[in-house]
Every structure is written in C-alpha cells, then in structure tokens.
C-alpha cells in the first residue's frame, strides 16, 4: 500500500469563499454533480512529480482518497483522506503543490458556474467561444497586462526518450537566458523539460518572476500528474479551449518530438495560421529535436508539403539539435511579435486579432457519421483542409488506440472515408512512421481503422 496522509487544509492564493450551492454541488456524488470531476483532478495534482500517463492506475493506487469542502464562516476548507504522502514534508502540504490544489478547486467552480452553466457566453459561437478562454485565463490570473512578450509555448510528447528530454532542457535553459517564460500542457516530458531548463536559466539570471504556466483540460490533468515547475495552472473544459488558450496566450510556439497528439496539434495552428485574415501576422513556429528525431520531423514536414502546400511551410521553421539557435530563433520571432503588436496597438497578454474558424472551435466527436461527412481533398482552401485533416487524423487514432474508438470499430467496422486515395495513402504512411519510431501505443500490429469509400 502506498504512504498516505490524512488533513485539512486551506486554499492558497485564491477562492476562499464559496457559495453553499457550490459547496453542495462539489460534495454532490451523482452525474449531475462535481465530486467525481473535483476528486480525479485533486489526486493528480497531489500526485504532482511523479510521472504517469495513467490516471485509471493512479485512481487504483488510491482508490481511497477522498476530497471534502468544507463551509466554515471564514472561508472554506478542504479535507483530504488517504492523499499521496509525498504531497507533503512533516505532515505540512508542500506550498506549490496546495496552490495547484487550490487553482483546480478555482477552475472546476468558475466553468461550471460562468461557461457550461450560464447564458452569459454563446459557445455556438466564434466570439462567444474566445471570449470565454479568455474569462477562464482572466480568472485565473494568467493574463499580464504588465509584461512584455514572453511567452513559448512548448509542445511535444508526454512519453518520449531520454535524450528527446534532456534535449527540451536545453532548449528551455536557452530560452530562460534570454528572458523568455514557458507555457505547456503542463505534463511530463516535453512538457517537463522546457520548464525545468528555463528555472536553472531565470536563477542564474536573477528573473525572480519567471512564468511557468500549465494549460490543461480535466481528462488530461486526470491521466497526466502537472510537473512540478508549474507555477500557474488553469484548467480549461475542453481541448478545444485548451488549444485556443495556447494560441492566444502564447507570443510562439516550439514543437518538440512527440506523437500523434502532437501532430494534431501542428495541424490545428498550422489551420489557424492559413486562414487569409492571419497570414500577416507574425507568430513564430519552430519544430526541434535533437539528432534522432529529424525522421519524425521530417516526415510531417513531406506531408504537411504536399497537403497543405509551401505556403504552410513558410510558417515554420524545422532546426535539428540546435538548443542555441532554436533560442535565439524564437527571441527574434517574439520581438517582430512585440514590434507587430506596438504598432497595431494590440494587447501584449492576448492576441484578440488571431482569427479562428468555428472549424477549430467546435469539439469533434469521431463517430462513423461525422468521419464519412469528412471533406478530404485538396481543391479545399488550406485552412479548411487542415480542420479536416485534424478531424480525420483524431478519427483515425481514436480508432486505432482509444478505447472508445477502438470499441465503436469493433461494432461498426472501420471508418468510411471519402478522401483523395493518395492523400490518404501519405497520411497512412505518416503514421505507420510513428509506429516504427514507437509514437504509437498500441497493443498489437497497426491495422488501418477506415476505407476510402
């Protein structure tokens, strides 16, 4: 049995006090509720540092746990049962570690009451939808009206090699020499090393309030401890939001080795970045890895060429084990981001400019319904191709090694896909390559899930 401590503690750094329904609704066990949602996302920070990506295996662990809030008439309290040992030293909770508690707690109450519950957002809309992200980062104190433009967001796997990740060290040690902050999706590796690397930089620079900021969504936070370097952590509802927090936080973007899931989230900006009314803005995207990932790179790079076209290549840049350059790459992207923005007297802290279609917006739910009514061809504008291919890409991997897609094949058959035979031989190949590379998990041989019909 794993060590395990019993307490009451109080919140740290924000939302002491609560309504009695929102105490209510919180203890409230049934579907309608927030219990269950509020129990996996404590036990994942608590489990903070040590890295997994199985929540179901670490809900196991401590099948006991339990979270309570309690009302008292000076603010709220949270009783903790059978929590993580490790969360604490001498019986005291480890300062960061009970913010992170108290930012889910923040998090959970304002989406459900502000965003999923009220009218005050259209969320069938595109203005509706942005102005809400940016409620939920305002909320929680993630937007710096203050600061000049700083912010890398980092993306990449959450399980890769050791030398992938003592190369996102590098890469994050290098930024942090040159004044620049890390946002991620808050995990381990790629997610972790860029974090870990700027906090030895900003030391030895003497930044005292350097940002390291964790965007996630419940599902992810619940399968994959946050690391802990995070020092802000906001929890969006969906992955949608989550991607459009990055976009609009972040001043540019590095892309680490990783899987699937980070090819998808190369095709969502790359779509964003297409779209007519953005192609002006400057936004900095580099793709890094050391040597032995200059495959996986430059297998995205042949598919991204031939489906979306060279002007989608001219929003990025691909440099291989190269932690000073890639630094020095993104300081000059972000200074043109910071001179752009003085000029339009846009806002530093979120980019209101960025156009993004309700194609990137809108979750996709990959039914065999929504996969055959998938528009698969290149006659379409690039932008509404790489909605697409994000679309049938999340089908094809859902199917493949989620559990759900994986049942509804079983059930259905494969997906039927209407799409160019040759553009979807590449896609094919492209993730046949991630299987070679082990950036697949499966648990037998990869079979394709779909048919072109």
Not at 24 to 46: E, K
Not at 116 to 121: A, C, P, S, Y
Not at 238 to 256: N, S, T, W, Y
């Amino acid at each position: 049995m794993p060590d395990t401590i019993s307490a009451t503690i109080s919140p740290e750094g924000s939302l002491e006090v609560l309504s009695q329904a929102e105490v209510n609704r919180l203890r409230d066990t049934s579907s309608a509720g927030l219990h269950d949602l509020l129990r996996c996302c404590a036990l994942a920070v608590l489990n903070c540092g040590n890295p997994t990506d199985d929540g179901r295996a670490v809900m196991e662990t401590y099948r006991d746990f339990d979270i309570e809030v309690l009302q008292e008439d000076r603010g709220i309290r949270l009783k903790l049962t059978q929590a993580p040992a490790e969360a604490f030293v001498d019986g005291k909770m480890i300062r960061g570690i009970r913010e992170l508690l108290s930012a889910v707690l923040r998090d959970v109450v304002y989406v459900y009451n502000e965003i999923q519950t009220q009218r005050r957002f259209d969320l069938s809309t595109g203005e509706g939808t942005t102005n809400a992200v940016f409620h939920i980062l305002r909320k929680a104190g993630a937007l710096k009206p203050g600061r000049d433009p700083s912010l890398v967001v980092c993306w990449g796997g959450h399980s890769i090699s050791r030398e992938e990740y003592e190369y996102t060290k590098d890469v994050g040690y290098h930024l942090g020499l040159r004044d620049m902050d890390i946002c991620t999706g808050c995990g381990p590796g790629a997610m972790k090393g860029p974090m870990k690397g700027a906090n030895v930089a900003h030391a030895k620079q003497r930044r005292k309030e350097g940002r390291y900021l964790g965007i996630s969504e419940p599902g992810i936070i619940a399968a994959e401890s946050p690391n802990p370097i995070v020092n802000e952590l906001v929890i969006m509802p969906d992955i949608e939001k989550r991607l459009e927090a990055f976009v609009r936080v972040g001043h540019g973007i590095l892309v680490f080795p990783g899987g699937v899931g980070t090819a998808e989230e190369i095709l969502y900006l790359l779509g964003i970045l297409l779209h007519p009314d953005n192609r002006e803005i400057p936004f900095p995207v580099v793709f890094t890895g050391p040597a032995n990932s200059a495959d996986y790179f430059a297998r995205i790079d042949e598919f991204l060429a031939y489906t979306l076209g060279e002007e989608a290549r001219s929003r990025y840049q691909i440099l291989i084990d190269d932690p000073t350059g890639v630094a020095r790459a993104m300081r000059r992207g972000i200074d043109e981001v910071t001179a752009f923005r003085r000029e339009q007297q846009d806002a530093f802290y979120y980019n209101w400019r960025l156009t993004i279609d309700r194609d990137f917006q809108a979750p996709f739910e990959p039914t065999h319904e929504a996969m055959a009514s998938l528009a698969l061809n290149r006659d379409l504008p690039v932008h509404e191709l790489a909605a697409n291919l994000r679309r049938a890409f999340s089908g094809i991997v859902a199917g493949n090694v989620k559990d759900k897609g994986v049942r509804a094949i079983e059930a259905k058959g494969p997906f039927r896909l209407s799409a160019e035979p040759e553009l979807m031989r590449r896609l094919d190949e492209l993730l046949t390559s991630f299987v070679g590379q082990g950036r697949m998990k499966l648990s037998g041989d990869y079979v394709p899930c779909y048919t072109l019909g």
